[in-house]
């Protein structure tokens, strides 16, 4: 038998089983809503028989056979789903509801492969157009496979029904865990207090001059959330080497200035700091890519290939005009605002915070930034979540400054929040170990 003549995968028993038990016990609704969609049953009866309890379900009212009759008879679909008859039957496949859960499974599970099918299809389809770039064809592909290999499928649009019981769920737990925050924490406690963490689809704007230590504040909130709160977290560098990013992760956590490391003129006892500090970074879950000039498609196939392996939970990007859109022929302005539109999509695609790193036009220089300096484009104002900026006075003579101190106070304007307040946060900076810490921890 060739593949064309095979009948697309499915299970006719686990939906009327699933069907019976929905009206056997009409508490199990709640149980195979993550699951089921009436799409995703296989038989059109079956669809539109539960598309007709999920009306019900919707309108508060308990579906069972007679309900179920007259919701199908309003509509004008009781034939189409099979008659009285067929309804009746339901409940005579199966005794008791209580492997209705098992029963969605099933059903879930041959809807993925019916799905897979059909994906694959589509990409034996696109490979063979030439009018297709491959690189697009392969974005596609990955994407569709992503989205299959997520076991939380669900409709764009959700009733208010479905979605009361997981915010309460979210907020009894957040009431339970006594947290002060409820996304991920930067390890900057003033600001952390001001964004309650950096949250799940959110996109994160850090933006300043050039050599202000947006490179470096990225690597603290990342060395903080990877190597303290052992949360895994990717780091896309697309300006420093791999080892340029690990001699400042091993300076930022053994406090041995990086010059020193990156000369080699260490003293005994920093030997030892160093080699605490190596392995607290080599148990950390953090995921370094250092792909000079990366492709925007790239970034995002690699960025789902590390949500689905290791779990990603936050990314940071160093920075957005390093990214090279695969649209050339179109102004910089609308590459970078094509960048900060997919990555914002990225970002509720993964369901994680995804923090880029912008400079900002030069007539910021010698002032605080302002959300009219971001450079390229103004779109990443727009598709922003929150936006923050770094801001000092520039020295005239930094290494004679840092003899005469070792920190640089900083100001982190957090200019925009869609979900929280905006302000300053005063934060401080240690040349010497590329890294900004909190300015109450310092002056204790």
């Known amino acids: 038998m060739s593949l064309k003549d095979k009948v697309p995968p499915h299970n006719l028993d686990a939906e009327q089983a699933t069907l019976g038990a929905l009206l056997l016990d009409w508490d199990a609704v709640g149980t195979i809503l993550p699951y089921l969609r009436p799409e995703r049953f296989y038989s059109i009866q079956n669809q539109k028989i539960f598309e007709a309890l999920l009306s019900l379900y919707n309108k508060g009212i308990r579906g069972d056979l007679l309900t179920l009759q007259d919701e199908l008879r309003s509509t004008g679909q009781l034939d189409a789903a099979g008659g009285t008859a067929y309804l009746s039957s339901l409940t005579d496949t199966v005794p008791t509801s209580a492997n209705v859960e098992y029963y969605a499974k099933i059903i879930f599970d041959e809807f993925i492969r019916r799905e897979l099918i059909k994906v694959s299809a589509e990409i034996v389809s696109q490979a063979h157009d ?68 950096f949250h799940p689809s959110e996109l994160i704007i850090i933006g300043a001059r050039p050599s202000i230590g947006k490179t470096a504040l990225a690597l603290t909130m990342a060395q903080y959330s990877a190597v303290v709160k052992k949360i895994p977290t990717a780091f896309f560098s697309l300006e420093m080497s791999d080892m340029q990013l690990m001699m400042r992760l091993f300076s930022m956590e053994s406090r041995i200035p990086a010059e020193k490391i990156r000369t080699g003129r260490l003293q005994t006892d920093q030997f030892m700091q160093l080699q605490n500090a190596a392995s607290s970074i080599y148990e950390a879950p953090l995921y370094i890519v250092d792909t000079p000039n990366m492709k925007l498609l790239d970034l995002r196939a690699m960025a789902r290939r590390f949500r689905l392996q290791y779990n990603i939970q936050i990314i940071f990007i160093d920075y957005i005009t390093l990214v090279q859109s695969e649209n050339t022929l179109i102004p910089r302005h609308e590459q970078i605002a094509e960048i900060s539109r997919s990555l914002k999509s990225l970002a509720r695609e993964l369901e994680i915070p995804v923090v880029v790193l912008s400079q900002v036009k030069r007539d910021a220089e010698g002032k605080a930034p302002s959300l009219a300096d971001l450079r390229e484009s103004g779109s990443i104002e727009q598709d922003a979540d929150v936006i923050m900026f770094l801001h000092r006075e520039r020295s005239i003579n930094e290494k004679e400054d840092e003899k005469k101190s070792p920190t640089r106070e900083t100001q982190l304007i957090l200019a925009k929040q869609r979900n929280g307040p905006v302000g300053i946060v005063d934060i401080v900076y240690f040349p010497s170990y590329t890294k900004f810490e909190n300015k109450a921890s310092v002056s204790e």
């Not at 064809?137 to 990955?142: C, G, N, R, T």
């Not at 992503?146 to 979210?170: G, N, R, V, Y």
């Not at 907020?171 to 001001?194: A, F, N, R």
């Open 130 to 197: 030439d009018t297709l770039d491959s690189r697009t064809v392969l974005e596609e592909a990955q994407k569709k496979i992503f989205d299959l290999t997520d076991s939380k499928q669900t409709q764009s649009i959700k009733t208010m029904q479905e979605e009361i019981p997981k915010a309460i769920e979210i907020i009894e737990q957040l009431y339970h865990d006594k947290k002060d925050l409820t996304g991920i924490p930067s390890g900057l406690v003033e600001l952390d207090l001001m964004t309650m963490g």
